[in-house]
């Protein structure tokens, strides 16, 4: 059975930035978010501006 991937941080604001979040579907259809990387994006909110 294939494995479900999991996304980091920076590689989901570096897309939403690029409006190219939708990238991650060529890899798959479903992808993970650990739990802290939610919380990471949620505490940081729009004022993460990675450079």
Known sequence: ????????????????????????????LKIIVPQAVATEIKAYGNTDFIN
């Open 1 to 28: 059975m294939a494995e479900i991937p999991a996304v980091n941080t920076s590689p989901l604001i570096f897309l939403t930035q690029a409006n190219l979040l939708n990238f991650l579907q060529i890899l798959s």
